[in-house]
């Protein structure tokens, strides 16, 4: 037996020994669900919280950070058996968040030793939630050009200005954070990387109610915030290179959320007859008996289908490379703008699908489901928007690609 | 499945590219074209490439074959496909070989194999109809039985390297109706029997292309491939193989094209500025380059699905063409369009790639046609 396969063993036993009953099956997601931690917390099943506690022991809710920082100190290899595993037995991950997901990976790669020793642990336990402070009313899709004015005073900052698309700004408790502490060079070159605890006095949080209805976002306000200058990541006017840094994580967690890179695994056969839009299909009506029997939609469906088998094999095909030692092709670069593309085009479909039962707001006359339907497409328009939009991803390909000029 | 290439494919697909880029210019196809040549590629070129190996390499040991797989043909076909190459491994290798291979006895798989391998016999197959689209069960072709032998009567089109062929794997109905699943068999008919005439046909990709029409041909009850009426599965599995094989031609064909804009885009002056710096031109290369980088997936996992036996082969086929026929039109369109004028004349070379692209679009099924059949095998 190979060392992987008795990792695997193993690790099955364990899970099945520590995880606590109730929690199998539940939802977890980039759109809240599941356990994020933090100090605001509230495990719903109770459960959660010693499952979070048994993982985190052990290092598995960031299973590939160092032993030092409390991570698992996995191989890449062992951790994809402890997902498949975990994913076998249908528990779901002990904890997520941007901290696992953005500013811990960041930290690692940036962080002085004081600063992953004082943050990466708290991370990996779930004690502290993590928020953005990236986008301002002002500066969009250029980020660069962002005001939030960060001024020296003694052995702090003095942060003044707004910060908006904060994700679940109202429920974190640490925001990492874009300020302009420079504003007379090249606008990347005054920008500088900083950690804020949001209980600092100046800091206020508004949500902002978006086409869904949903407040997943929040406004920020900073008013004479005081932030201490040991907070601040790699240097003083040297935030956009770790900016950039994190921005790759984050497009490769929304890559990961809405393109399923994890469902590039074999599926069972017969698993595409049971495909979630066909079975939409079925259920409002296109089908009877053997197929759909409006040609063109289901030339829609296949090709919905092909395209998310094309992509989950593209992902694939860059982890395939990866473990074979290559470096990363340019094929990476197309995962964010092609995953919510694609997202927003299925979240279309199932509307279309649903049809009357697809367009309800709320109130009787709608399941659960339909009512789900129409909220999902709201939000997805969002996704080609986020994390840099798609017209800012084809302008990184074009440039840094394909080589073609500004 | 490991959708990345071994070391030996990596090999492999050096040697193609450096060969292809000394022997194979683009410049090549186009001189036969004007050459009016009738057979359309090169035979002494076709002979080294047997040399090198590369025509035997889904063929047994046995008959010189190197008995590798789709994944190494593939590496082979999407170099070639860089340069447009018309020689004939769609027709002789995937099609018509794959048939006698899979099908024939041993007796006909030594007659002709050997030869083949060598590079010294080419064959081809002859399927479609006029009326059967790309439909491998609609033959209105029909063999009748003479004796211990058959007759032959129907025409058949798009015949690849149909003017070059020493035989034809012809594809005849013995029983049922045009569009019965049962009731197909294959024969094999060598060039110059009585009652076939094979009219040589000038596609846009210039490339060799004939209509068979047999008139009463009469062959032996030796000429049978396989069972009587059992024809329809070979059939289906060799297209598979020859649609993932055409499919990593596309590739290269569009990857070339591709790079060769993309170049013209860097280089081209206007307003004082390269063209590619403009966003209207930079946001569709992008959209080209993703489309292109998804087809590479499609086309690894089909033909390695082919290799393991996959039952999921079928469909990554379909998705592989399906995927390759949009995105080939859709990048030689966008070729065409971001040369401009230049790229509209004879003289310049992306020309042949939009007309290439179209052919390969519309040979063994095009991308609604493996929707469809995706749909299908899907269960929907």
Redesign the interface.
């Known amino acids: 037996m190979s060392d992987l396969d008795a990792f695997r063993s193993e690790t099955r036993r364990w899970l099945e020994a520590n995880a606590p009953d109730g929690i199998r099956g539940l939802p977890s997601s980039i759109e809240g669900a599941g356990n994020w931690g933090g100090r605001r917390v509230v495990y719903d099943p109770p459960e959660l919280k010693t499952w979070l506690e048994v993982m985190a022991e052990k290092g598995w809710t960031a299973p590939t950070w160092p032993t030092e920082y409390g991570g698992g100190g996995l191989s890449k290899a062992e951790a994809k058996v402890l997902s498949q595993e975990m994913a076998a037995l249908r528990l779901p991950p002990a904890l997520l968040g941007f901290g696992l997901e953005m500013i811990g990976p960041t930290l690692l790669q940036f962080g002085t030793e004081e600063q992953k020793r004082e943050h990466l642990p708290k991370i990996v336990r779930g004690e502290i939630r993590w928020c953005q402070g990236y986008s301002e009313p002002d500066s969009g899709s250029d980020l660069a050009s962002l005001q939030t004015r960060a001024v020296r005073d003694g052995d702090h900052f003095v942060l003044n200005g707004t910060k908006v698309w904060t994700s679940y700004g109202d429920v974190s408790d640490w925001m990492f954070a874009l300020v302009r502490t420079n504003p007379d060079v090249k606008k990347q070159e005054g920008i500088t990387f900083l950690l804020l605890d949001m209980e600092t006095p100046g800091v206020s949080v508004q949500p902002i109610k978006l086409i869904s209805g949903k407040s997943p976002f929040t406004e920020t306000r900073f008013d004479d915030v005081r932030v201490p200058v040991a907070n601040v990541i790699k240097g003083i006017d040297k935030g956009w290179t770790v900016a950039k840094a994190l921005l790759g994580y984050e497009r490769a967690m929304i890559a990961d959320a809405f393109g399923g890179s994890r469902g590039g695994k074999k599926k069972s056969?017969?698993a595409?007859?049971g495909?979630l839009l066909?079975r939409l299909?079925r259920k409002y009506g296109f089908?009877n008996g053997?197929?759909?029997e409006d040609?063109a939609l289901?030339?829609e469906?296949?090709?919905l289908?092909?395209?998310e088998?094309?992509?989950h094999?593209?992902t694939?095909?860059s982890r395939?490379?990866a473990?074979?030692g290559?470096k990363p092709g340019?094929?990476s670069s197309?995962f964010k703008?092609?995953a919510t593309e694609l997202n927003k085009d299925r979240s279309e479909m199932m509307v279309r699908l649903a049809g009357a039962q697809g367009i309800g707001w709320e109130g009787p006359g709608f399941d659960d489901d339909e009512l789900t339907i129409t909220r999902a497409w709201l939000r997805s328009r969002g996704n080609s928007i986020e994390g840099g939009t798609s017209?800012i991803?084809?302008?990184i390909?074009?440039?840094r690609?394909?080589?073609?000029?500004? | 499945m490991?959708?990345?290439l071994t070391e030996d494919q990596e090999l492999l697909a050096k040697t193609a590219a450096d060969f292809a880029a000394e022997h194979s210019p683009v410049a090549r196809m186009r001189a036969l074209r004007d050459a009016g040549d009738e057979t359309g590629f090169s035979k002494p070129l076709w002979k080294e490439m047997a040399e090198l190996g590369w025509v035997g390499v889904p063929f047994p040991e046995r008959f010189g074959g190197a008995e590798m797989g789709a994944s190494e043909l593939a590496v082979v076909l999407e170099a070639l496909g860089r340069s447009l190459a018309p020689e004939p491994f769609l027709s002789t290798v995937l099609l018509g070989g794959q048939a006698l291979l899979r099908a024939g006895s041993e007796a006909q798989q030594k007659e002709w194999l050997e030869g083949v391998v060598a590079g010294e016999k080419w064959l081809a197959l002859a399927q479609q109809e006029r009326s059967s689209r790309f439909d491998l069960h609609r033959v209105a072709t029909r063999a009748e039985r003479d004796g211990d032998g058959w007759r032959l009567a129907g025409e058949k089109i798009a015949v690849l390297d149909g003017g070059a062929a020493d035989a034809f794997v012809v594809v005849a109905r013995t029983a049922g109706a045009d569009d019965d699943r049962d009731g197909i068999s294959l024969f094999l008919v060598p060039a110059g029997t009585p009652g076939l005439r094979v009219e040589r046909q000038w596609r846009v990709d210039s490339r060799n292309a004939a209509s068979l029409h047999l008139d009463g041909c009469a062959v032996g009850g030796d000429a049978l491939l396989g069972e009587v009426g059992q024809g329809l599965p070979v059939l289906e599995a060799v297209a598979d193989f020859a649609t993932a094989g055409l499919c990593a031609e596309m590739l290269g064909s569009m990857t070339e094209a591709f790079e060769r804009t993309?170049d013209y885009?860097?280089n081209r002056i206007q307003f004082g500025?390269?063209i590619?710096?403009f966003?209207g031109?930079?946001?569709r290369?992008?959209?080209c380059?993703?489309e292109i980088?998804?087809?590479?997936?499609?086309v690894?996992?089909a033909v390695r699905a082919l290799d393991e036996d996959s039952?999921e082969a079928p469909k990554l086929v379909s998705?592989a063409k399906?995927?390759c026929s949009d995105t080939a039109i859709r990048v030689a369109n966008e070729a065409v369009q971001m040369h401009g004028g230049i790229g509209m004349t004879d003289e310049h070379e992306i020309g042949f790639f939009l007309k290439r692209a179209r052919v390969a679009e519309l040979t063994l099924g095009d991308a609604?046609w493996h929707?469809?059949r995706?749909?299908?095998l899907?269960?929907?």
């Not at chain 1, 690609?401 to 500004?406: E, F, T």
């Not at chain 2, 980088?293 to 499609?298: F, G, I, K, P, V």
């Open positions: 056969k017969g595409d007859r495909s066909v299909a089908a053997a197929g759909i040609g289901r030339a469906i296949a090709q289908e092909m395209n088998r094309a992509f094999l593209t694939q095909r395939d490379a473990r074979a290559h340019p094929e197309l703008v092609y017209e991803q084809l302008n390909i074009a440039k690609v394909l080589g073609l000029p500004d | 490991q959708l990345v993309l885009l860097k500025v390269p590619g710096s966003q031109l930079k946001h290369a992008a959209e380059f993703i980088e998804l087809c590479r997936s499609a690894m996992a039952e998705l399906a995927r609604s929707r469809a995706w749909a299908r899907s269960g929907y």
